[in-house]
């Protein structure tokens, strides 16, 4: 609870129109995109709305002269419980901080505030031409304060990398409430630490983000979509690993198992060649026809080598969307097969794909669950989907045993609990397992150092 | 040193790995930086560890006695980032130089810190793969003080920088505990991401002792043309708009009316030695595809003005346009017996205003420097042509250099693109980062090495 004299000096700060403590709006922030339980804990005492750094910076020196936990929310897309309270507190919810602030064209820089949604800076650039390429499935709700705090990928890192490469300076608003900018506009700077990148990913532990410089590029003046259906799995990984080897490097290239693609086709009334037990859809970008060609002509000689029965190009752009409307329905039509999808995040070195599905099915199987399996297999990262229902006796106990057991797996095949999606509350408990307790201690002393009262987002990663 | 230590850190290595004379100890006061140590400061011992136990056997001892580490790769940096600093212990880096592991599979290399780095470029390519970053001191310097100083290159404009290659680190601390950092995975957010701080930290957070690099798929081909232009701001459009246009040659070197007078006066390679700026472009790619690049390039610094443009048709001719930038420093070597060289960045579009700036303080103080700089990422290298004998002009030399971080500063740029900050740059740092940033870097030092044992001095000054 957060006294009544408190929560009237936080609304100088922002006024009434910025604070919400009706029990309704702080139920509404008492979860997001992950699978965790709601519980009492987890909603806020009070959620804030600033619309400036200057606000941002005065309420954290309230939050830090009261000792209130501050936990920072974009749009709450999460999938581990990122934005959500752990042990009560204020909510500091930066949605309403979402102008693009300058578009610098001759250095190819964009300066933005933390709530702008991803999709409206793609489509922003992307009408002047110029491209900003990662792109989470969850970009038309995410917001960029969120992505930079997760260091978000998406299908096109395989070829353009995740956010945290486009991100070249930072204001941060520290635990205290002093402002920090980190980097610049410059490309090339090792003046001290890294702290941009040290902020990045740092999922709200160690400063609210209030504003960020990006790297932009031009757009690729053309784009194909092609699907490749394989007679294996193996064979999919495969004729990944092989396109990127010889430099045909896709500008994403989405695995799907053969449950995921079954889902898909059921969903949609689709009929399946019996032969399919995996499949690929290839993204390629270029400046020229010619280049394209050659580079989907190799990739699909490639793919016919390692086995693939059908290999289609969109000829249009409709069909274009379709092949990639599949891809982004496959959670939706996945999560329809069960009461509950269990999706977790894992990342593997790329050759190492085959290997982890194959574990992935034994550990399925030895429960006794469903289980489907899509991701980036350009860079390795899969998400691999439980699907139970936690309602059923025993089931949860099932369920939470079995992702321990992914984990493991990863870690086993010399990957790692998270790529794209953070540690948060949800995968908090398997962290040492992966960083080692020394690991752990090295990232707890970070946090010590730049939040040593501890109000910032406690209770995560750690 | 005590003799006591000298016997310890013995028994650690081995009599053949360690060094205590006289005439041993002078090699350690000095890097390629224009300091050096007084005699008063020179080292206690140097010792040559064989591996990551023993060098965890070394801090942990220096760490109980509080004896100052000066990690050291080859000692090529220019910001006196290795030279001893009293009765200290010289770690030097260079016996662990093996290459663990190509792993071609995942285009992953894992190499021990004291590997050349032009010796690991010439090892990947024999296997069709690429290492880009390219400091142009690769033949002798390490792939560990590469990755301490986050080393740079020509080829950054379009292949970024070291950082953006290294995956993984193992890390002994201060304390003497080892830990392992990222992976071989490409997609990591599992907790904060300590690569990336590892990365340019100088030696002050803790030693490196194997490093997990990313490789990329050799480009097939390249090819290079020179473009000459009578004005600066010719050259810096010319430069702006090729990256806007998304033909990202390989490098994009600039040099200015200095270099060009002298390099033409040194090796004849026929510049016009009126005009004020050459851009040597390197573009690489598939081959089909290079022309048309070339092309491009072509149009555009004609657009720009150039007076002269010069496309090499064979690897000969190739070779003779490379002879100029190569020439650059011999050339300029003539001219005064001692060359300082900073690194001063700013973003690209303000590369005009910092090379006048650059001018007028050469003109103030009465100082040649001349200005060659990786373009396409705004690193400029402003070389400074002086005899630090002359303590008069050593004394302008002096300011001139604090003018030109305050102009880089002035122009949203920073200290350093790529060289660090070291001992020589220290009292600068809190230009760039203010005190609020310093402070934060201070905690992070203070957390992980609390006794202030590694490379004391570095960043944070006395
Ligand atoms: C359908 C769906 C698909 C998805 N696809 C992808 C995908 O392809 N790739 C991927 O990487 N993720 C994906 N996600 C996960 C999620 O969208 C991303 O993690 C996203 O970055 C979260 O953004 P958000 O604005 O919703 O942040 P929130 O969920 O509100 O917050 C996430 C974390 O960031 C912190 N945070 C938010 N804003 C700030 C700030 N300004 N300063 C400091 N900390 C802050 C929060 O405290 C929290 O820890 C998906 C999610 C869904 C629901
Ligand atoms: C002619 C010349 C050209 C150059 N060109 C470039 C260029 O184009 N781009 C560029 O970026 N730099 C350039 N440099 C600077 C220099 O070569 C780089 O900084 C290089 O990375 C230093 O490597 P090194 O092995 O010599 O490291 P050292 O000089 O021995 O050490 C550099 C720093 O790293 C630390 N260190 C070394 N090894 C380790 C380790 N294993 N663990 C922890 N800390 C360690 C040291 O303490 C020191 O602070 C040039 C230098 C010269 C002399």
Redesign the pocket.
Known sequence: MIDEKVINEFSQIVGARGLLNENLDLFTYSYDASFLPLLPAAKPDLVLKPQSTQEVAAIMKLAHKYRIPVVARGLGTGRTGGSVPAEGGLVLCLDEMNQILELDDQNLMLTVEPGVKTQDIYQFCAERGLFYPPDPSSLKQSTIGGNIAENAGGPRAVKYGVTGDYVMGLEVVLADGSVLQTGGKMIKNVTGYDLTRLFVGSEGTLGIITRAILRLIPMPKIRRTAQALFDSLDGACAAVSRSIKSGAIPAAAELMDQISIEAVAKFRNIELDPRVKAGVIFEFDGDSEAGLDAQIGEAERLCAECGSVQFRIAKTKEEEDELWSLRRGMSSAIAALAANRIAEDISVPRAALPEIVKRLREIAARYGLQLAVFGHAGDGNLHPSLLADLNAPGEKEKVEQAVGEIFQAALAVGGTLSGEHGIGLTKKDYLADALGETGMAAIRSIKKALDPAGILNPGKIF | MKQEIIQRLTEIVGQDNVYTSLEDLYCYSY??SFVKSNKKDLAGIAVYPGNAEETAKILKLANEEKIPV?????????SG??ISVGDSIILV?KRMNKILELDRKNLIAVVE?GVVTGYLQSEVERLGLFYPPD???LA???I???V??C???PRGVKYGVTRDYVLGLEVVLASGEVINTGGKTIKNVTGYDMTKLFTGS??TL????KIILKLIPKPEAKNTMLAVFSELEQASEAVSEIIAKGVVPATLELLDNIYIRNIEEYAKVGLPTDAEAVLLIEVDGDRQILAKQIDKIEEICKQSGAIQIRIAQTPAEAEELWRARRSA?PAVSRVRPTIIGEDVTVPRSNIPAMVKQIRAIAAKYKVIIAVLGHAGDGNLHATILTDETDREEWSRVEKAIDELFIAAVKLDGTLSG???I?RVKSKFITLQTGEAGLEIQRRIKQVLDPNNIL?PG?MFGK
């Not at chain 2, 000066?70 to 220019?78: M, S």
């Not at chain 2, 803790?206 to 002792?209: F, L, M, N, S, Y």
């Open positions: 890097d390629a000066i990690p050291r790769g080859a000692g090529t940096n220019v980032g290795t880096l810190p400091p142009a001191s002798v310097s390490t560990g003080g590469n301490a100083e080393a740079g290159g100088e030696g803790g030693v490196i002792t420093f790529e060289h660090g070291g490379n570095v």
